[in-house]
């Protein structure tokens, strides 16, 4: 999510529409989630693959994925080494801003979810609104189509029926909208969905996006700053999802971060995956 203009959701924010909902609270799924449909993360009969190693910063970063013994995805990350990551703060340049580093996923990870591949951007002046998103930060896009089509996607001006012709009714993530007149409209990427509540993510430091183009969702986005992470925090959200995909399959309703101290090793993933149509 970089330098889009996010007027149209400044103008909606300052003017209290979704100040309304401002208040501090966990954001929890609106799907209906039976306790055995959520995999159970420490399930040891699982076995975890991983992608290439990329060169990243000073370091390098993967994808990696862990499913059951059944083929069923448990978790699906980034892992970043600390020489990475460390160097980012004292080194803005080292990385160009708005570049998306590609990590190839394992076939494995290709063949038991809907994500094609990950997607990096570093941002170490943050980008717009001013006072919101505006401090440095990591944006990791988990992409359900492939690295040619993300490549492909145009910019605002020369194709706006594409970004506006968004996924509707069940398809439409919940809680979540997506700013009008292409206000996050991002060539590469596409439109950026916000929660409805954005108010409640600030001051930011974590937050969750959605993306999609030509009527269908097609990321699903982190956002944290670099100075949460090198805090040594951890965490597990819950994050709301639509309540259907076009594609059956798992999709996740969590996202999650920490760091290996032992290794220097810092993590973002995604779980609780959940099978699609509901049953």
Known sequence: MNHFNLKPLLVLFCGGIMLASCQK???????????????KQSDPKSNTFKGPQVEWGHGYARSWITLTHDDVPVEIGIEITGDAINTLGSHPDAIEDHHTTVLPLHQKAI??????????NWNPGGHPPPGVFTVPHFDFHFY???????MAIPTYAEDPTGFDNEPVGDY?????????FGGTAEPEM???WVPVNLGAFLPFTKIMIYGSYAGKVHFIEPMITLAYITANNSMNNVFPTP??????????????????????????????FIKFPLE
């Open 172 to 180: 439409a993530p919940q809680q979540y909208f997506n700013p009008p």
């Open 25 to 39: 609270e966990s954001l929890e799924s609106s799907v209906q989630i039976a306790d055995d449909a959520l995999l």
């Open 190 to 192: 596409g439109s950026h």
């Open 243 to 272: 309540l259907a995909y076009p594609e059956p399959g798992y999709y996740p309703s969590a996202y999650n971060m920490w760091h290996d101290e032992k290794h220097d090793r810092y993590y973002v993933s995604l779980s609780n």
């Open 111 to 120: 063949a038991a979810t809907a994500f094609e591949h990950i997607g990096i």
């Open 144 to 150: 359900m189509i492939s690295n040619e089509e993300r």
